[in-house]
Antibody
Framework: EVQLVESGGDLVQPGRSLRLSCAAS????????MYWVRQAPGKGLVWVAR????????NYADSVRGRFTISRDNANNMLYLQLNSLTAEDTAVYYC?????????????WGRGTLVAVSP | QSVLTQPPSASGTPGQRVTISCSGS????????VYWYQQFPGTAPKLIIY???QRPSGVPGRFSGSKSGTSASLAISGLRSEDEADYYC???????????FGGGTKLTVL
C-alpha cells in the first residue's frame, strides 16, 4: 500500500523559510515521478512542483518558481520542498503526491497534507 | 482563473445520473490524459479516474470518465448521498510544462 506522510508545516512570518518533507513507502519510490500540490483554505487544488523519478528534471508553477525548490533522496525514499521568501499567499495545506504508476505519470496517490501558515 | 474549466456546482437526487464537465485546450486535455479526483471536506483528494476513463481498484463502477477533443467528463450514475464531495479534473499542460487542475465542482445530493 502506498503511503505518503508529510511533515514540516508550521506558522512562519513573511519572508522566512521552511522545509517540507514527505516520507514514502509501499512502492518503488525511485521509479515514480513526485509532486507537491497545495490548497489554500476554502480554495481549490493548485499544483506547485514536479520532479522526475531520477531527480534530474524539475518543473514549477510560475507563482513559486525561484522561491521553492523540489528535491528527492531516492536512497531514503524522501521527497522535499524548500520554501523561501514566504508570503501570506503561500498559506495552504501542502500535499505530497506520487504518480499513479511507473508508466502512468499523472498525480495519483496523495498524502494527508501539512499546513503552512504565513502570518506576521 | 484555472486553466481547466469546471462548473462550480452540480446537483442531483439519489439514483440520478450526474455529469461534470472539464474544458481545456489543445495543450492540455487535447494531448494528455485526464485524471479525476474526489475530495471530502478536511481530507486529501483521492484519485477516481486516470487515463481519461480508467478506474482504480476499489472505485465503484458508478463512476466513469470520458474525453473528446479538448473536453472531458466525469459521470456518476446511481447517485448516492455519500457521493457528495468536491470533484477536480487534472492533466499535464505541454505549454505551461506543468500540471493543471480545474477549479473544482461541488456536488450536492439533494
Amino acid at each position: 500500500e502506498v503511503q505518503l506522510v508529510e511533515s514540516g508545516g508550521d506558522l512562519v512570518q513573511p519572508g522566512r523559510s521552511l522545509r517540507l518533507s514527505c516520507a514514502a513507502s509501499g512502492f518503488t519510490f525511485s521509479a515514480f515521478y513526485m509532486y507537491w500540490v497545495r490548497q489554500a483554505p476554502g480554495k481549490g487544488l493548485v499544483w506547485v512542483a514536479r520532479i522526475t523519478n531520477g531527480g534530474s528534471g524539475t518543473n514549477y508553477a510560475d507563482s513559486v518558481r525561484g522561491r521553492f525548490t523540489i528535491s528527492r533522496d531516492n536512497a531514503n525514499n524522501m521527497l522535499y520542498l524548500q520554501l523561501n521568501s514566504l508570503t501570506a499567499e503561500d498559506t495552504a495545506v501542502y500535499y505530497c503526491a506520487s504518480a499513479w504508476g511507473e508508466v502512468v505519470p499523472g498525480v495519483g496517490h496523495w498524502g494527508r497534507g501539512t499546513l503552512v501558515a504565513v502570518s506576521p | 482563473q484555472s486553466v481547466l474549466t469546471q462548473p462550480p456546482s452540480a446537483s442531483g437526487t439519489p439514483g440520478q445520473r450526474v455529469t461534470i464537465s472539464c474544458s481545456g485546450s489543445s495543450s492540455n486535455i487535447g494531448s494528455q490524459s485526464v485524471y479525476w479526483y474526489q475530495q471530502f471536506p478536511g481530507t486529501a483528494p483521492k484519485l477516481i479516474i486516470y487515463r481519461n476513463d480508467q478506474r482504480p481498484s476499489g472505485v465503484p463502477g458508478r463512476f466513469s470518465g470520458s474525453k473528446s477533443g479538448t473536453s472531458a467528463s466525469l459521470a456518476i450514475s446511481g447517485l448516492r448521498s455519500e457521493d457528495e464531495a468536491d470533484y477536480y479534473c487534472g492533466t499535464w499542460d505541454d505549454s505551461l510544462s506543468g500540471w493543471v487542475f480545474g477549479g473544482g465542482t461541488k456536488l450536492t445530493v439533494l
